[in-house]
């Protein structure tokens, strides 16, 4: 589980990569709106039905060949969201490229080499941070626990030694525990419903 919950602080949701998320989103979100309106007042009809086309390619294709199960981290609609999603980016960057030059394209890449997955990857694969950050108590709902447990389990295969990996475990049981004290049937549910490290326990769960 990684990058969000329990993971380390370089590559996880310390309150300081919490904020660089919120500003690199809404950084993308004032680039996406500025392309999407460029590229309706300067793009010819033909590029754009093509990029129209694309998305409905790419959100057709990944309803289809989806096959997550029941503790699947990503719902059916969630991916096929975020691959129409991906489409249109996409399509929207090389279509303003080509009329605004390359300029475009190497903001695009900077935005994807700055994203906080490239940067919680590059910060675990260094060794940056270490210190775990624990969600409980009632400040924290069971949808934070659950989410937590989820990206714990990236974190966990990301760690670079002995003592990271037993914080993270450590970490991971607690989680379990304060599941368990708050909805004990319905951790039982979830723990048998063949469930897995990286399963989601939240649909059987009291959200709280």
């Known amino acids: 589980m990684g990058p969000p919950g329990f993971s380390s602080e370089g590559a996880g949701a310390s309150p300081r990569l919490a904020l660089y998320r919120t500003v690199w989103r809404t950084l993308c ?17 033909d590029i754009l039905v093509v990029g129209l086309l694309a998305v409905v390619v790419a959100a057709g294709t990944a309803f289809s060949l989806y096959e997550g199960g029941e503790t699947a981290r990503w719902r059916r609609g969630q991916v096929v969201i975020a691959a129409a999603a991906g489409a249109a980016v996409l399509s929207l960057v090389v279509g303003v490229t080509v009329v605004l030059g390359l300029s475009v394209l190497w903001l695009a890449v900077l935005l994807t080499a700055a994203s906080p997955p490239v940067v919680g990857w590059c910060s675990a694969r260094l060794g940056v941070g270490g210190q775990l950050v624990r969600l409980d108590g009632p400040t924290h709902s069971t949808a934070d626990l659950c989410r937590q447990w989820r990206d714990s389990y990236e974190a966990l295969r990301q760690a670079r030694t002995a003592n990271q990996r037993l914080r993270i475990v450590m970490e991971r049981q607690h989680c379990l525990d304060e599941l368990g004290r708050r909805d004990p049937e ?17 649909r059987f769960l009291r959200n709280s």
């Open 29 to 45: 979100g004032v680039f996406v709106a500025f392309g999407v309106v460029a590229a309706g007042l300067l793009l010819p009809a």
């Open 186 to 202: 319905g951790l039982q549910a979830w723990l048998s419903s063949s469930a897995s490290a990286a399963g989601d326990p939240a």
